[in-house]
């Protein structure tokens, strides 16, 4: 017997998020606004994470896992000061941060969340 699968904001490509067995998928996050820089992009996507996750019954502290990928590995500092700052101490969760093409060039980071319910 398998449980329900709940879709959120369901595209022909892909959904923004899955919650399965209290378990919540984010797709991955991009900024709306690709002009700002590193810093103004990271707080864009977090803050679509945490707007996710709110409407999963879930928030950031609650992330199981998070996954980066920077266009350009220079903007790592700054992405991390911002990261720093949003994150819930003591409630960090395992991360990777990898250098990767992202799918259109203003696009400067994205960020794929698994977290519980």
Partial sequence: MSSSIQ?????????????HNGTLYLAGQ???EGAQDISGQTRQVLAAIDALLAR?????SRILRAQIFLADLADFAA??????AWVVPGHTPPRATVQAALARPEWKIEV???AAA
């Fill in 79 to 84: 992405m991390n000061e911002v990261w720093e």
């Fill in 7 to 19: 879709r959120f904001d369901v595209g022909a490509r892909m959904s923004e998020m899955a919650v």
């Fill in 30 to 32: 991009v900024a709306t």
């Fill in 112 to 114: 794929v969340v698994t």
């Fill in 56 to 60: 999963g019954g879930s928030s950031k």
